[in-house]
């Protein structure tokens, strides 16, 4: 049958695909690589689709509206075809396990038997961990610790395997990408993972993708680790991973056309790619085209109704539509344990504040363990500027300075090693002047607004610093400036504006007042 797949390769080591002994024929189709000789969960939904391929006898017409579209109800195949790939799929496997772990140079037209020796204990974990990592914005905290151990066990077990070290640099980048530990420790460990990673072996895949994906982060490497990927993806041209990699990499220096190009790549290869899709989405908000990022997740919402996916779908209800109803019914549809996180508590804790529900608000916030809340599409930052906000709401003023107090001493301990950071002076800036200092507010915005002014970055985080100055200026008492600011800035207000307590201050302004009236706010999807 033309067309229809019939082989699978699968590759379970560093295997580039020029390889002399690679017949021909493979080189046709898209490798599958499986690190640790384990199948991964996209592999298994990968062959799960090739079995209900529309080409094979008795299987049913899908419609190709994308890679993330919805599967059409499973039909029964005939066992004919169900063999055929069986058969495929085992001899593909045999054949790549035969050139990784006997070393042949070529393969011989005559049947040979294969000894597949057992895989070792690292690799093991390694695959485990690998597939924990791949769940990325799904995984959660006790997930991420898991990995880490997962990691650690097999470094111990065989130090001398470069895969394990490069994994291990891999989940050390993701404490520090979700915000469960961006202690500088965390950072130098990514790092010297991936080298020692590297000098066990040099040309390994894994290891130069760890260390690009260190690089990528720094300021310093940034074009060097954006280099190694794009040679990386030349290589690898189907690994999802080193896919979206790259295009995170470019929306890091704002070049979100092509970042959108790679994380398309990466969906259009089997089993789609919800991951790359959050990037594309990512890419498309910094562009202000926020009516197609919200039409990214949608889609993957009707494929894969998770709950990152509901969580970035709130990220538009409240920001672009203030819907709060529908904000609460989205809520309902994730995980108790989501909102247990540092991301899922941000966004519940915002819809009650903007509800006005201080109690739900407390609750919510009381249960993250933490006074620095790092993982917020709709805000970070010290947790007791919040909890402080609920007490106010509930007129209970003198708790509400204990909360913004304690945040101020959180804000100037991290300030203490991050002395440049500006959002950290935003912050201190904005408690001080709920804190009525307003002397030392004053100095602090001054300081925060040359920040601003020299600090460059995506145009949409400036945005976001120059209304943080807008809000220091309206808890000041500069209410004029303060709207000048903001209409500076935003072509229209936007939802928080109307709804946040943050913005109180603000009511009974108004020329604030008839800028909200003249511009209401766009309708819920």
């Not at 970055?457 to 945005?463: D, K, Q, S, Y």
Request: glycine letters at 6%; charged letters at 25%; aromatic letters at 8%.
């Amino acid at each position: 049958m033309e067309g229809v797949p019939f082989l699978v390769p699968v590759v379970v080591d560093d295997t580039p695909d020029s390889t002399p002994a690679v017949p021909t024929e493979f080189r046709r189709v898209q490798w599958t690589r499986l690190p640790g000789a384990l199948p991964t969960p996209q592999f298994v939904e990968q062959i799960k689709r090739l079995l209900q391929s529309p080409h094979l006898p008795g299987a049913p017409a899908r419609s190709p509206v994308g890679a993330l579209d919805a599967a059409s109800p499973r039909r029964k195949s005939s066992r004919l075809a169900w063999a055929i790939l069986a058969v495929a799929v085992v001899g593909a496997v045999a054949v790549f396990m035969f050139l990784r772990f006997s070393g042949s140079r070529a393969l011989s037209a005559a049947s040979v038997e294969v000894t597949v020796p057992p895989v070792s204990e690292a690799r093991q974990l390694e695959a485990k961990a690998w597939t924990i990592w791949e769940m990325q914005d799904e995984a959660m905290r006790d997930d991420w610790m898991l990995a880490d151990q997962l990691c650690q066990r097999a470094v111990e077990t065989d130090p001398a395997d470069p895969d394990a070290w490069a994994v291990q640099s891999q989940v050390s980048l993701a404490f520090v990408v979700f915000g469960y530990d961006r202690s500088p420790e965390r950072y130098e460990a990514a790092k010297t993972q991936a080298e020692r990673a590297v000098r066990l072996a040099p040309s390994s895949n894994e290891a130069q993708f760890a260390l690009a994906n260190y690089y990528r982060r720094q300021n310093t490497t940034r074009d060097e680790g954006i280099r190694m990927l794009r040679q990386l993806v030349e290589r690898m041209p189907t690994d999802k991973r080193v896919l979206r990699t790259l295009a995170s990499a470019l929306r890091g220096q704002g070049r979100d056309e092509e970042s959108i190009i790679y994380s398309d790549r990466a969906n259009a290869l089997p089993g789609g790619d919800p991951i790359a899709m959050f990037g594309k989405e990512e890419a498309l908000r910094h562009q202000g085209r926020n009516p197609e990022g919200e039409n990214v997740i949608d889609q993957v919402l009707a494929v894969h109704p998770s709950a990152a996916a509901y969580l970035k779908k709130l990220l538009y209800v409240c920001n672009d539509h203030g819907d709060l109803e529908q904000a609460r019914v989205l809520l309902e549809k994730i995980p108790a344990q989501y909102l247990l996180e540092e991301w899922g508590a941000s966004f519940a804790s915002t819809i009650w504040l903007w509800r006005r529900e201080p109690d739900k608000t407390l609750a919510v916030l009381n249960s993250v363990p933490k006074d620095y809340l790092e993982k917020g599409d709709v805000f970070s930052g010290p947790k007791g500027y919040f909890t402080g906000m609920a007490r106010q709401m509930k007129g209970d003023t003198d708790a509400a300075r204990a909360d913004w107090q304690a945040a101020l001493q959180v804000v100037e301990q991290r300030l203490e090693s991050q002395p440049n950071s500006i959002e950290l002076l935003g912050w201190k800036a904005e408690l001080l002047a709920l804190l009525g200092e307003r002397g030392e507010g004053e100095q602090a915005l001054r300081i925060y607004e040359q920040m601003v002014s020299a600090g460059g970055g995506l145009p949409e985080l400036n945005r976001g610093r120059r209304t943080k100055a807008a809000l220091i200026k309206a808890v000041l008492g500069r209410q004029d400036e303060s709207v000048d600011g903001l209409m500076q800035v935003h072509p229209q207000p936007w939802p928080a504006l109307r709804y946040s307590p943050d913005w109180d201050c603000l009511r009974g302004n108004p020329r604030f007042q008839a800028w909200l009236k003249a511009n209401p706010p766009a309708e819920s999807k």
